[in-house]
């Protein structure tokens, strides 16, 4: 059981120990834990240490002579010192007032201010100075060396009296009040930090001993420090070895400084694994994870991830009339996405999260010729480049490690006759924007693997919820790729931009959640209006939800509804003079364009000078009448 322990040199210091824990009820204190005090076995103090530590004690309270020498043997917990202070000191040497010599035995470590004796003491007074290190015999002869006279007295620690053969008078200073409860309370404290860090070891350790892959970690040297028992039965060693050199004697890459492993393939029968090495830093040294995965299961995974896809995204639901507006803006955009679905061309939407990207889409798809066709649709961004590949392209069987027998149909194969939609198209590596722009230009797919080619009949929808141009601009996104998504373009106003639907659309939310009509309150209005709308219609959906769970509230600001990262960051205040940014933005670009066009560009031109899509340049000039 976790304990405190007092080793208390004298049974006099153990009564006033436990006398002073009495009165100061440290048993009744939150979170206290066992405490107790026995007399230091000075003979025998090395085993009676341990002993202790064998008894659960996690922190070990001793006077000064025998701390340094139990500190340097204990290493499993933390040992403390009951040091005295100056004003112990001086009550003892009061004692010893009528004495006309007091040789006075202090610790370096001790700190006494003599200033403070009162002139008659401070004359009788001859300090002896000792190293913390010095050995009880070493001491006990330094006090049996001082000549023994009827008026001389010595002041010493605790210990004294069990290591001098002296017959001079020795008074002990014993330690105060403050001193025993400073140490006490500095002793609790360090058992309740060393609990908290250990419950947040054994968390991790759980953690890492319950993943379902091998982890191993190391240090810049290679030296192991953490080998988790998954990694023990994928590899099959006995015992944890000591480097990571000592693990894969046979890979040259594993002698390198730091050792490192990018997915590696490692063949363990029966398992065929792949080892990847990530690093980290801790207390600013670096470390190394290397983490072990059964590809086995990661082959279930992936097949598990293509069902899921293959369930939820070869149909579209939504039509046209499932997209709610009042806001002229968007019903133009509505217009011309109906125009579009009538023409095969790739469209390439944008717009900010939550304005209804994929509603478009799958619109779109529903209202074209195609609509009796699949519609596929794929998150870019929720799958890693290398199986996002496997997924777009499909793979012959046997074309890597793990794949099908049979091989595997792409997502592209999968909407052939249909549509294909790519949300965050912004968010595809270089390399599977090569294979797509291939894909365009050749209207075939090639499987991974394979050495001939599938003639498809799709149409692509893409999506970027960020402006595609500067990505272009720094290389990260192929410039001929987006020429090829982009023959017509759709770009949706987000909902700041559309403020005649925020009452509208969070009324039908109201009404679809309660069943019936709901009056927006007059107090609520200006608060909706004046919201920014980072998350569009997706966070003025959460606002309606929260306001028919919360209902009205005693709060005129309202607060309880937005979230924190939105709330108070208003589009405008009300009672304050409006500044139009977006009008004079609109202003401007329609002055820039008007006076490319007097200058001889054509409608193109000003597009591509201007950085927009010449569908953008239309909707601006539109906006004029």
């Known amino acids: 059981m976790e304990s405190i322990y007092f080793l208390a040199a004298s049974e006099t210091l153990k009564e006033e120990i436990e006398a002073v824990l009495h009165q100061a009820s440290v048993a009744e204190q939150k979170n206290y834990i066992p405490t107790k005090v026995a007399v230091l076995d000075f003979p025998n103090r090395f085993e009676q240490g341990r002993s202790l530590v064998e008894q659960g004690a996690q922190v070990i309270i001793t006077n000064t002579g025998p701390y340094y020498e139990l500190s340097q043997a204990i290493r499993d917990i933390p040992v403390l010192c009951l040091h005295?202070?100056?004003?112990?000191?001086?009550?003892?040497?009061?004692?010893?007032?009528?004495?006309?010599?007091?040789?006075?035995?202090?610790?370096?470590?001790?700190?006494?201010?003599?200033?403070?004796?009162?002139?008659?003491?401070?004359?009788?007074?001859?300090?002896?100075?000792?190293?913390?290190?010095?050995?009880?015999?070493?001491?006990?002869?330094?006090?049996?060396?001082?000549?023994?006279?009827?008026?001389?007295?010595?002041?010493?620690?605790?210990?004294?009296?069990?290591?001098?053969?002296?017959?001079?008078?020795?008074?002990?200073?014993?330690?105060?009040?403050?001193?025993?409860?400073?140490?006490?309370?500095?002793?609790?404290?360090?058992?309740?930090?060393?609990?908290?860090?250990?419950?947040?070891?054994?968390?991790?350790?759980?953690?890492?001993?319950?993943?379902?892959?091998?982890?191993?970690?190391?240090?810049?040297?290679?030296?192991?420090?953490?080998?988790?028992?998954?990694?023990?039965?994928?590899?099959?060693?006995?015992?944890?070895?000591?480097?990571?050199?000592?693990?894969?004697?046979?890979?040259?890459?594993?002698?390198?400084?730091?050792?490192?492993?990018?997915?590696?393939?490692?063949?363990?029968?029966?398992?065929?694994?792949?080892?990847?090495?990530?690093?980290?830093?801790?207390?600013?040294?670096?470390?190394?994870?290397?983490?072990?995965?059964?590809?086995?299961?990661?082959?279930?995974?992936?097949?598990?991830?293509?069902?899921?896809?293959?369930?939820?995204?070869?149909?579209?639901?939504?039509?046209?009339?499932?997209?709610?507006?009042?806001?002229?803006?968007?019903?133009?955009?509505?217009?011309?996405?109906?125009?579009?679905?009538?023409?095969?061309?790739?469209?390439?939407?944008?717009?900010?999260?939550?304005?209804?990207?994929?509603?478009?889409?799958?619109?779109?798809?529903?209202?074209?010729?195609?609509?009796?066709?699949p519609f596929v649709a794929v998150n870019c961004a929720a799958l890693p480049p290398e199986l996002l590949e496997s997924e777009l392209f499909g793979y012959e069987g046997g074309s890597f490690t793990g794949a099908r027998k049979e091989g595997k149909a792409g997502l592209f194969e999968l909407a052939h006759n249909g549509t294909i939609f790519l949300d965050e198209i912004n968010s595809m590596s270089a390399n599977i924007q090569s294979k797509l722009l291939r894909v365009l230009e050749t209207r075939q797919v090639m499987r991974i693997g394979s050495d001939y080619v599938i003639p498809l009949d799709i149409r692509i929808i893409s999506a970027s919820n960020a402006d595609i141009i500067p990505q272009i601009e720094s290389g990260r996104f192929r410039h001929d790729l987006y020429f090829r998504l982009n023959p017509l373009t759709l770009d949706l106003p987000s909902l700041n931009e559309r403020p005649s639907d925020i009452f509208y659309l969070f009324s039908i939310f109201l009404e679809r959640l309660t069943g019936h009509a709901v009056d927006i309150p007059p107090a609520l209005r200006p608060v909706l209006e004046n919201h920014r709308w980072w998350g569009n219609i997706r966070e003025l959906y959460s606002v309606a939800l929260r306001y028919h769970l919360y209902g009205e509230q005693e709060d005129p600001s309202y607060s309880y509804l937005f979230d924190q990262a939105g709330h108070g960051w208003t589009r405008r205040d009300a009672g304050t003079l409006h500044i139009d940014l977006k009008g004079l933005q609109d202003t401007l670009q329609q002055s820039l364009i008007h006076g490319l066009i007097e200058q001889g560009c054509s409608h193109t031109q000003a597009a591509r000078i201007l950085g927009i899509s010449r569908q953008a340049l239309y909707n601006k000039l539109k906006k004029e009448s």
């Open 84 to 373: 005295y202070s100056t004003s112990d000191i001086l009550y003892t040497l009061h004692q010893v007032e009528n004495y006309e010599k007091i040789h006075l035995f202090l610790s370096q470590h001790v700190i006494f201010n003599e200033d403070m004796c009162w002139p008659e003491i401070r004359s009788k007074l001859v300090i002896h100075p000792y190293s913390a290190d010095i050995s009880p015999q070493t001491l006990g002869a330094l006090a049996d060396a001082i000549p023994e006279s009827p008026g001389t007295a010595i002041v010493s620690c605790l210990l004294m009296p069990q290591i001098t053969h002296t017959r001079l008078p020795v008074f002990p200073i014993t330690p105060g009040e403050s001193a025993i409860l400073s140490a006490y309370q500095y002793a609790h404290d360090l058992v309740l930090l060393n609990r908290r860090e250990q419950n947040q070891i054994s968390l991790l350790s759980s953690v890492l001993n319950n993943v379902d892959e091998g982890i191993i970690i190391y240090d810049k040297k290679g030296n192991i420090t953490h080998f988790n028992p998954k990694a023990h039965h994928f590899l099959k060693f006995p015992k944890t070895p000591d480097t990571i050199q000592h693990m894969f004697p046979d890979l040259e890459e594993a002698f390198k400084k730091p050792p490192f492993f990018q997915n590696r393939i490692l063949h363990c029968p029966p398992y065929t694994l792949v080892a990847t090495t990530r690093p980290f830093t801790l207390n600013d040294k670096p470390y190394f994870i290397l983490n072990i995965r059964d590809v086995t299961e990661l082959q279930r995974l992936e097949k598990n991830i293509r069902y899921k896809l293959s369930r939820t995204g070869l149909t579209a639901r939504h039509t046209f009339s499932d997209i709610l507006t009042r806001d002229p803006a968007m019903k133009r955009c509505i217009a011309t996405a109906k125009i579009m679905a009538t023409y095969n061309s790739p469209v390439l939407i944008q717009g900010e999260s939550g304005t209804g990207k994929e509603l478009f889409a799958q619109s779109i798809h529903n209202a074209s010729p195609r609509r009796s066709g």
